[in-house]
């Protein structure tokens, strides 16, 4: 009787391995092109509910396979996940970095096993990238986005005297930063303020929040411990790097009675909901569905041994770095309606 006990326990343990097993295997016995993908963090609003919807629409028109796993933040889980993929056989690997940093160990891995590889949204360095023939990156210009949002506060600023708070000609501002390292949260926190020095208005930064996940909830707990801070009601403008951070933002200031300018990057739905609602003074457009379009149609190209771009209309920079960027649009309550 004990025996048939253990029988039955080992023939329930080993079932669903086995399932699990058959079905991750690439699909060698056509010429259906299998990519192993992943997403950094499902809990980020822009990757997982803009970008990853795309990749696996995309993949299905193209008539490919898409394996897409969650990397959790952590980039030791993407290495192990990457070393799966190339386990299985996959044709191509669609990576979206958890750190920057760690581009070099990626591209390794590839190389090593000769599988082309697309980087998509985090950028590896121009060494790391030349490190490997069959390596390309899909993204943004990551400065452009901070550009164009400063643009649109310079241009609220002007033809807004109400916005001097205090009325000392200085913006008194606060920022939502993002991943610290990462290229977009960089060159965006960056650029954004230096927008206003340019046009010759001196700016006061009041406080900066770091968010490794660009958390909504992280936004929102930030934000109202800012309005209650020693600073609170000198706050003149707020500044988030991307939108799920903006939401947790307007959430706090709605909590708190306070209506403060804000602006954000990514243009997901619920931004232009807030722009229509007056809760949101800009954005700017982050193309993912494109972004994620360019990542498969040069992932399925190179798979097939094709020329990254052979037959789109993506156009790879001439700079060494090997990239497709997918240009920014600003939003504001003048046009958005035309991204709805």
């Not at 016995?29 to 509910?49: L, P």
């Not at 996959?90 to 190389?111: E, G, H, M, R, T």
């Not at 390292?181 to 206003?196: L, Q, W």
């Not at 790097?241 to 909590?255: H, L, P, Q, S």
Request: charged letters at 20%.
């Amino acid at each position: 009787m004990k025996k048939a006990i253990l029988f039955t326990l080992i023939i329930m343990m080993v079932m669903p391995l086995a399932g699990i097993f058959a079905s991750g295997q690439a699909d060698s016995g056509s010429d259906k092109v299998v990519i192993g993908a992943n997403i950094y963090n499902f809990q980020d609003n822009f990757m997982n509910g803009v970008m990853k919807p795309v990749l696996e629409s995309y993949a299905a028109e193209l008539a490919a396979e898409i394996q897409i796993v969650d990397s959790e933040g952590q980039q030791a889980t993407l290495n192990n996940q990457v070393d799966i993929f190339i386990t299985k056989g996959v044709d191509v690997l669609a990576i979206n970095l958890a750190d920057p940093a760690s581009a070099q160990s990626i591209i390794d891995k590839a190389k090593k096993a000769d599988i082309p590889l697309i980087l998509f949204n985090k950028e590896g360095s121009k060494e790391a990238m030349a490190s490997y023939d069959k390596v390309w990156y899909v993204g943004t210009d990551s400065a452009e986005s901070g550009i164009i949002q400063g643009q649109m506060m310079v241009a609220d600023w002007k033809a807004n005297a109400k916005m001097d708070l205090n009325g000392d000609g200085v913006v008194q501002y606060v920022m939502l930063k993002g991943e610290p390292g990462h290229p977009d949260a960089e060159a965006r926190t960056k650029e954004s303020v230096k927008a206003f020095t340019d046009a010759g208005i001196k700016v006061e930064q009041l406080a900066l929040e770091a968010d490794p996940n660009w958390s909504t909830q992280h936004g929102n707990d930030k934000m109202a411990a800012w309005l209650t801070s020693s600073f609170g009601k000198s706050i003149e403008l707020v500044i988030c790097n991307n939108d799920g951070m903006a939401f947790g933002a307007i959430t706090a200031m709605k909590a708190a009675g306070v209506r403060l300018p804000i602006y954000s990057v990514d243009a997901l739905d619920q931004a232009l909901t807030h722009i229509a609602e007056g809760e949101l003074d800009g954005t700017v457009l982050n193309d993912g569905k494109n972004q994620a379009k360019a990542t498969l149609d040069l992932a399925v190209n190179v798979a097939k041994g094709k020329a990254p771009t052979a037959g789109t209309n993506w156009k790879l920079t001439t700079d060494g770095s090997k990239a497709v960027r997918v240009a920014y649009v600003g939003v504001t309550p003048k046009n958005y309606q035309e991204f709805r």
